[in-house]
Each structure stands twice: as C-alpha cells, then as structure tokens.
C-alpha cells in the first residue's frame, strides 16, 4: 500500500528550488532539494540573467520535525558569473542562511527559547551546540532590533553596574523617557561614558535636558565637558544610599566609644559595657530601615536605642527627615525644607553628616532637580535587575555586543517575526 504525502511544498517553501526527495528515520529527516528550472539564475547585483558554471553541494539545519530533532536540507547552490557587472556568485535559497548552515527560522526559534532558558538548555532542543545557539541568537538580534532612537532624546540615565568578580563595572545609558538601553560600555570611568556622547549629534546634545547621575566624579564632570547645557540630577536612590551610609558611621562611632575598655572599671561594669556595645553593633537595619516596615520587636528595640543614645537619636530624625524631603513634590517647597535640613545637620555635631551635608548644600540645585524634573534611576534599579538576571540565566556573558542586543531585546521586548521571504 503506497504512502501519499502532500504539503511538501508548503512545508519547506525555499524560493527557485522544489522539493525532490523527502527521507524519513527515527530522528532524522533529509531534504533533498532541486533547483527549480523555470526560475533563472539571477544576478544578485544587477539581477541580469547569469549563466551557471558550476554546483557544489550544500547542507542546512531545519526545524524539528515530529521526533526527529535533526532535519537536514541538502541543496545544490549553483555559480554564475554576471557578463554585465563582471561578478562571480553563488547563489543560494533566501530562507538559508548559508556562512551558518542554517535557515533562518531556526535561528529565529533559538533566538525566541533563548529569551526563557540559558543555551545549554536550548541546546538540547536544537541538535547543535551552545556556543552555536548563542552565535545565532546574536546575528538574528542583530538583524530584528530597531536603532536606539538618539533624536528624541530629553533625559539621560546614567549608572555603573558590576557584572562579574574582581570588580568588573559596565557604564549604563538609558532613556529617561522610556527605559530603553542606549549605551553599554566596559568599565565605569569619564571615558566609557564619553564614547556614548561621541555617536551624538551636535543637535542630538542639544535637545538632551537632564542627566540623572550619582554623585561619581567621572560621570559628572563628562556631562559638563559634552552637555553644558544640560542639567545634572543627583539620584535620589544613591542620595539615601549615601546617606545611610553615613548613619552607619555615626553607629559605628557610638559603638567604639562604648566597646573601649575603662581604666579601673568592675567586673560588673566591664560586662554592662559589652552588652551595650553589642546593643548597638545590632542595631544596623533597625536604624536604616523605614518604621513602617519594621516589626514590632524590632521597632521596640530600636525605641530602645534612640532613647539612650542621643546622637543616634540625633542621626535617626535627620535621617528621616531628607527622606521625607526627597517625596517633596513641588520645588520651592522642597528647596526650603532641604536648606532647613542643612542647618539643622550642620548643627548636630555629628561629623560624617556634618561632611555629608556641606556636600548637600554645595550641590543643593542638582539635588533639586530630581524634583524638578520628576527624574530618578528607579528604571535603572530595575534594568540592573535585568542585567543581573541575563547573566546568570546565561552563566556569563564576556560578549559585550551580544549583552547589549540581549539586554535591549529584552528591556523593550521586541517581538521575534518568523522569518518570511519576498517573492519576486
């Protein structure tokens, strides 16, 4: 009894070639491919009809099919030489991709597992390697997403982001407005910064208003160099990181005082001594952390500590008041509540906020800004998650180029198109 198979054509559609022979086992399927004598050898240049000089035959991965992972399709690419243009060229199926050995459909199917599972694991799928699957997935990004868009730039995000040990920092460039990556650079100094600025346009920098940065040197003074018109914006979120750090020394402070041992204290004194200072080394997060989300034994402990250390208690209040003047949402308001809380700091007698507050109040306008522009890194805080949950999904990138397509691929989630063709 004869076995009649139909749809063929519509199953391996490959432009100015039919299918002549389909070959079935138990996990592999072959393809044999001819070429289709009523489509012309044409020149790729000119489209001039060439003659063919030669066939030499080649071989190319297909999607799975069934139980068959492996699917193969063997094809005769032919040579012709243009008598126009003087070119040789050999021509091969459009839908193959033939210095990869692949169509373009499975690289797009390995592009789209790659979004939810590392390469090895695709690689188990796709009969091929993973150091393959990731060559493919980079030139199918490369081919699908769009160029950043430079020309309706207004705000800038800007931030480091460790990505490996042995401190191995990548400069970060968002879109203010979007979120979207627009530069990605290895380490975190003026010049990995400057070499975005470099691929603008002197209109392009014109247009860009803002820049929200940490307080970092090198970034600060690449904008002023290359946007001198721009104003710069101190983060609120590394503000508060800066801040609490600086708590943290006036904890660290109180508890040495404490831990010192006193000449001709008792026995009992020595151990009320120690229990303090162990009071106060836990008291880390209670101090840091806002009331609201501290539990009840925890905020009962830190109750505890404000009432018997006064210069906690000084650094806690001072604390909770910047963090209440950043949630300011109108300007003077704001202006007039920070300059209070530069005068109130500088009188504490605290030094590491003393320090911290005359940095405040030299930069009071960039730290206004972030209020003026309504422009803070919370978009980078979560791309650093992003970046974070790339690599290790991938165990490691050491490709720059294809971090950047993947982390662009993924921050704006371009669609992955299958791959079709124009007929002629």
């Known amino acids: 009894m004869g076995l009649n198979v139909r749809g063929l054509r519509a199953m391996f559609p490959f432009a100015g070639y039919r299918v002549d022979?389909?070959?079935?086992?138990?996990?592999?399927?072959?393809?044999?491919?001819?070429?289709?004598?009523?489509?012309?050898?044409?020149?790729?240049?000119?489209?001039?009809?060439?003659?063919?000089?030669?066939?030499?035959?080649?071989?190319?991965?297909?999607?799975?099919?069934?139980?068959?992972?492996?699917?193969?399709?063997?094809?005769?690419?032919?040579?012709?030489?243009?008598?126009?243009?003087?070119?040789?060229?050999?021509?091969?199926?459009?839908?193959?991709?033939?210095?990869?050995?692949?169509?373009?459909?499975?690289?797009?199917?390995?592009?789209?597992?790659?979004?939810?599972?590392?390469?090895?694991?695709?690689?188990?799928?796709?009969?091929?390697?993973?150091?393959?699957?990731r060559r493919w997935d980079k030139h199918v990004l490369h081919s699908i997403l769009p160029p950043p868009d430079l020309d309706s730039l207004r705000f800038l995000m800007v931030d480091e982001k460790s990505i490996g040990k042995g401190h191995q920092y990548m400069t970060i460039v968002l879109n203010g407005d979007t979120g979207e990556l627009l530069h990605l650079a290895e380490g975190k100094k003026k010049a990995s910064l400057k070499s975005f600025f470099d691929t603008l346009t002197g209109a392009q920098k014109a247009r860009i208003q803002a820049v929200c940065v940490d307080r970092s040197g090198a970034y600060v003074a690449c904008v002023e160099e290359e946007l001198p018109d721009a104003e710069i914006v101190y983060d609120k979120f590394h503000l508060m990181m800066n801040l609490n750090h600086t708590i943290d020394l006036v904890r660290?402070?109180?508890?040495?005082?404490?831990?010192?041992?006193?000449?001709?204290?008792?026995?009992?004194?020595?151990?009320?001594?120690?229990?303090?200072?162990?009071?106060?080394?836990?008291?880390?997060?209670?101090?840091?952390?806002?009331?609201?989300?501290?539990?009840?034994?925890?905020?009962?402990?830190?109750?505890?500590?404000?009432?018997?250390?006064?210069?906690?208690?000084?650094?806690?209040?001072?604390?909770?008041?910047?963090?209440?003047?950043?949630?300011?949402?109108?300007?003077?308001?704001?202006?007039?509540?920070?300059?209070?809380?530069?005068?109130?700091?500088?009188?504490?007698?605290?030094?590491?906020?003393?320090?911290?507050?005359?940095?405040?109040?030299?930069?009071?306008?960039?730290?206004?800004?972030?209020?003026?522009?309504?422009?803070?890194?919370?978009?980078?805080?979560?791309?650093?998650?992003?970046?974070?949950?790339v690599i290790h999904k991938a165990c490691g990138l050491h490709d720059p180029v294809y971090l950047k397509l993947k982390l662009r691929h993924q921050a704006i989630k371009t669609p992955i198109p299958p791959y079709i063709h124009p007929r002629k």
């Open 252 to 389: 660290r402070q109180e508890w040495n005082k404490v831990r010192k041992t006193v000449d001709g204290e008792t026995e009992v004194q020595s151990k009320e001594r120690k229990d303090k200072a162990t009071f106060i080394k836990g008291q880390r997060y209670n101090l840091l952390r806002r009331p609201e989300n501290n539990k009840p034994e925890q905020q009962k402990r830190l109750e505890e500590l404000l009432a018997v250390n006064e210069s906690l208690s000084k650094a806690y209040i001072l604390l909770d008041d910047f963090r209440n003047t950043l949630s300011q949402v109108h300007v003077g308001t704001a202006t007039r509540a920070l300059r209070l809380w530069i005068t109130t700091a500088m009188a504490s007698g605290l030094d590491p906020i003393i320090r911290f507050a005359k940095g405040v109040k030299k930069h009071l306008r960039r730290v206004i800004n972030a209020i003026r522009f309504r422009l803070n890194n919370g978009k980078m805080e979560g791309f650093n998650n992003l970046v974070s949950r």
């Open 21 to 133: 022979e389909v070959i079935f086992s138990e996990d592999l399927v072959q393809v044999n491919l001819q070429p289709d004598r009523r489509r012309r050898l044409a020149c790729p240049q000119c489209g001039v009809t060439m003659g063919c000089n030669r066939t030499t035959l080649h071989m190319a991965l297909d999607l799975p099919m069934g139980l068959a992972r492996q699917v193969l399709i063997l094809y005769p690419a032919r040579q012709g030489r243009c008598r126009k243009c003087r070119t040789v060229s050999t021509i091969h199926p459009a839908e193959i991709d033939s210095r990869r050995r692949a169509t373009h459909r499975v690289m797009r199917l390995a592009t789209a597992l790659s979004v939810h599972m590392p390469a090895t694991a695709v690689a188990c799928f796709l009969p091929t390697s993973d150091s393959t699957i």
